[in-house]
């Protein structure tokens, strides 16, 4: 008798490669005679549906319940929906005339209706109260059908030849669009309006209908491939995978034509919502049978795709070693990435899938000893039956093997994987015998034919999980593990460690924020901030740091009092050169006391002396420099005085003309601070300022009968 196995797999890798790698969730029977279990499909709520072929009465009811179609002598299909809690909603029964009929692809839209695409020959009815017969045109034609959340037929419709036939492969909704990737051979009409549009030849089409089933367009290769994977991503692009032979053209816009070189070669192309052509990629070897099998996307949307291929196959920079099946990885743009030698030419990968954490899950079948381990590790797998052996083999995305399972029976008929939304693996499968399935190298799980749902929990071996606290302070924002965070707060991180298991990570997170502050300041001197000193009034901007690290952004509203201290003297006269003080007083820098009622800008001495003044400009205080002043002073030397040059850089003659005995050179700041001693001028008459700063300074010469002063200028 003949049953069907339905396992729902949750993987977890392991620190040890060769240790338990799979738990079963789920292993269901279902009693009664079945020839195919092919096609599980997951809604966006979580429903799920599997359809297939079977013969006799069989209880699709995982609960203690029945529900059961009704004993036939031939293999109906049935599809049936299931809740995310395993629970039956709904079963229906196709009764067809023929054992060839499938239900091959399934597809849902975002209200929950279920689409589906097939092959039949003859007569098939699409409910169950064989109400809605449909015929094909001969040989076996494709039937499309659409059914709301309660299993109640939408519409349907029929496309075939009388002599040849039509096989959909894949379904998919974009846009509010219906669809069907189909391989086909003969010529028939793609329109079930009243409209003609007809396909001929032998290939690969993309067929387009909207929701309703009304058509739109049919996009089929001029020329002869065959199409064994296509899916499509998040932006409504279309990856196709598989070979072609003769001349081809893949634009199916324009209609260009390549041909092969090989027996067939394989091809990989890319499409967008439109189906213009982004790109292709063919591999070719003379005298050689070439295809791409499988393909799924990473979580970047890069492909990773399976194909058998030759030894010495130009696969972009790489060169293929022997015939094998390999994996490649392709980036969006269709670069090749990556290739790997993944397993001998006698296995055929059936299933590929790449979950969340980017680990490849491979399916396939194989029929002699096979090492499973592309690096440079050897593992080897023994099949245990002369057929029915399939293998369950899991790789990091570098190729790295984690970890596999071998599921074997008496007799397996079929065997496929899929991958829900909880990276569990759903596993279809039919086999013949005593109840006997082998699960994994290390131990036999046995499921008795006549129980109708049987829980596994098998032992996790080695799995290492693991948990970390972590804290972060940061600026602004922080960046951890590709999230990011602006708020402080606690985290959670399920992360996949370097054996797969997840590995928690306890985030505590403090973000401190950028500051910002507005400072004014009045200063009597020059000021100093962060390093560097003002000395000029201004609004200034100062990007300095906080107590927490981040940025402290200060604008600085800056005033420097700058108060003039020189003074000049003219006949009897003292002046002070500061015009916007506030009050002055002048003190005799002899006794060091204020003189009485001098509180003027200018002051007249009665007396020599030296003297200096107090300048009080709002609440800056300064002292001039003391003035050496002889009444006497006023008294001019009457002879002719020539300083060159002038200006000058340093060194600077002096010429005097008439008595020049006894005269005293001395060179004072405008401040009226003296910067060198008096000298003889009969001694030297050069004098050099370079060492002095750049600016004005008085020249004082004097002798007995009087004084004079010069203006230099020092550049």
Known sequence: MKHILFLLLTFCSTTTLLSQDFQADNITIFPGEHNSHEVYHADAMGNYFISGQGKGEIDFDFSAGTN????????????????????????????????????RAMVSDDEGNIYIAGSFTGTLNLTNDGQNEITSF????????????????????????????????????????????????????????????????????????????TFIEANSHAGRTNVRASKMDGDGNLYIGGSFGGLVSF????????????????????????????????????????????????????????????????????????????????????????????????????????NSKDQIILNSTFSEVVDIDPKMGIVEITPIEDNGNYLLAVYKSDFNLIGYDQINATEINTHSFHLNDSDQIVV????????????????????????????????????????????????????????????????????????????????????????????????????????VLYS???????????????????TVELEIVDINKIISFNEALLESLENEADSFQWY??????????????????????????????KFCVEFSECIDFVLSSTNEINFDINISPNPTTGLININVAGNSEDIQVSVFDFSGRKMTYPRNLNSNKSIDLSQMPKGIYLLKLENNTGSSYKKIVLY
């Open 68 to 103: 059961t179609l009704p004993a036939t002598s031939f293999r109906d299909l049935y599809l049936a929906k299931y809740d995310v809690d395993s629970n039956l909603e709904w079963l229906l029964s196709f009764d067809g005339t023929v054992i060839s009929n499938q239900i």
């Open 588 to 617: 005799d820098c002899d006794t060091q006391m204020p003189i009485e009622n001098e509180t003027e800008k200018t002051f007249t001495p009665e007396n020599d002396g030296s003297y200096q003044v107090e300048i009080t400009k």
């Open 251 to 354: 634009d199916y816009k324009t209609n260009a034509s390549v041909i092969s070189s090989g027996i067939t070669d394989a091809f990989l192309a890319k499409y967008d919502n439109d189906f213009n052509l982004l790109w292709v990629n063919m591999l070719n070897k003379t005298f050689k049978n070439l295809r791409f099998t499988q393909l799924d996307f990473d979580t970047d949307y890069n492909l990773v795709a399976s194909g058998y291929f030759a030894e010495n196959t130009q696969i972009g920079p790489f060169l293929t070693s022997e015939d094998a099946n390999y994996l490649v990885n392709i980036s969006k743009d269709g670069n090749y990435e990556n290739i790997i030698n993944i397993l001998s030419e006698s296995c055929f990968i059936t299933d590929l899938s790449v």
């Open 536 to 554: 000029i009034s201004g609004t200034y901007t100062l990007i300095m740091t906080s107590i927490n690290g981040c940025d402290s952004t200060v």
């Open 428 to 531: 279809l499968t039919d086999y013949v015998g005593e109840g006997k399935v082998v699960f994994g190298h290390q131990g036999n799980y046995q499921a008795e034919v006549d129980e109708n749902f049987v829980t596994y929990e098998l032992d996790i071996e080695g799995c290492s999980t693991s948990m970390e606290d972590l804290n972060v302070e940061a600026c602004n924002e922080v960046m951890i593990n590709g999230e990011i965070y602006t708020v402080s707060g606690e985290y959670e991180q399920v992360l996949a460690n370097a054996e797969g298991c997840d590995s928690t990570l306890n985030l505590t997170i403090e973000i401190y924020s950028d500051e910002f502050t507005n400072l004014i300041l009045e200063r009597c001197e020059p000021i100093e901030l962060d390093g």
């Open 138 to 213: 001969g040989s076996s034609s494709m039937f499309v059908a659409k059914f709301d959340q309660d299993g109640s037929l939408n519409w349907q419709f029929t496309v075939g030849d009388t002599n040849f036939s039509q096989y959909p492969d894949e379904l998919f909704i974009s846009n509010n669009r219906l669809i069907i990737q189909l391989v086909y051979t003969g010529t028939f009409d793609v329109d079930p309006g009243p409209g003609i549009t007809e396909l001929n030849g032998s290939s690969s089409a993309m067929l387009v209908y909207n929701l309703d089933r």
